[in-house]
């Protein structure tokens, strides 16, 4: 049974700094890509990072690309994004999702697995 599993998430002022991890069980982690996803209240599911299955390749939103890194660490399964120079917009529930291949996609649809979120709240 594949799960994928995040933490991280909290309350942090705008400016702040917040560090998610995701770790993976039930799955080869190195054959697959990863990204992470956001989804605030009354809005769409958005792409938010990703990262192919060597680490080699990443892609972000125009939104965040500057202010977050996405990494991974496949001898713990554990994927990574580090959040700096938060700011209000980014508040939402933040989602790591698997995609078999190893790609690096933003599109919610490619993905097969996905976990159950953290929060990330932003206060101005």
């Known amino acids: 049974q594949v799960r994928l599993v995040e933490s991280g998430g909290g309350l942090v002022q705008a400016g702040g700094s917040l560090r998610l991890s995701c770790t993976a069980s039930?799955?080869?982690?190195?054959?697959?890509?990863m990204g992470w996803f956001r989804q605030a209240p009354g809005k769409e599911r958005e792409g938010v990072s990703c990262?192919?299955?060597?680490?080699?390749?990443?892609n972000y939103a125009v939104s965040v690309k500057g202010r977050f890194t996405i990494s991974r660490d496949n001898a713990k399964n554990t994927l990574y994004l580090q959040m700096n120079s938060l700011k209000p917009e980014d508040t939402a529930m933040y989602y790591c999702?698997?995609?078999?291949?190893?790609?690096?996609?933003?599109?919610?649809?490619?993905?097969?697995?996905w976990g159950q979120g953290t929060q990330v709240t932003v206060s101005s």
């Open positions: 990262i192919t299955w060597s680490g080699a390749v990443t």
């Open positions: 999702a698997a995609v078999r291949g190893g790609w690096c996609m933003l599109r919610t649809y490619d993905y097969n697995y």
């Open positions: 039930g799955l080869t982690f190195d054959g697959y890509g």
